[in-house]
């Protein structure tokens, strides 16, 4: 099971960027997907998550309206494009995959982790 993110990097406040995350060793098409951040000294927080289907998503209140969440099950692929970004979205952001959809947006709720990919927002 692999999960890769790639798209994270520096950028300045009320800038965008696009995370995007292939996943490859599993049925990706049966899997919730999700994000989590986790900044320095703080636990690792739920940032959005998307149904098998794509037909729901769910998303942390604090990114509510600026992030979006999408996949495309025919290439594997999770993205999280984020806008309007703030000088506290900084943080390492982790692709993640569950079965079940009830409990994605929790650390229990995770079968696979990705390797995180850096996100830093200049004030």
């Known amino acids: 099971v692999q999960l890769q993110a790639c798209g994270g990097g520096l950028v300045q406040a009320g800038g965008s960027l696009r995370l995007s995350c292939v996943d490859s060793g599993f049925t990706f098409s049966l899997y919730a997907m999700g994000w989590f951040r986790q900044a320095p000294g703080k636990e690792r927080e739920f940032v959005a998550a998307i149904r098998w289907s794509g037909s729901f998503t769910n998303y942390a209140d604090s990114v509510k309206g600026r992030f979006t969440v999408s996949r495309d099950n025919a290439k594997n692929t999770v993205s999280l494009q984020m806008s309007s970004l703030k000088p506290e979205d900084t943080a390492v952001y982790y692709c993640?995959?569950?079965?079940?959809?009830?409990?994605?947006?929790?650390?229990?709720?995770?079968?696979?982790w990705g390797k995180g990919t850096q996100v830093t927002v200049s004030s």
């Open positions: 993640a995959a569950g079965r079940r959809w009830d409990a994605i947006a929790t650390m229990d709720g995770v079968d696979y």
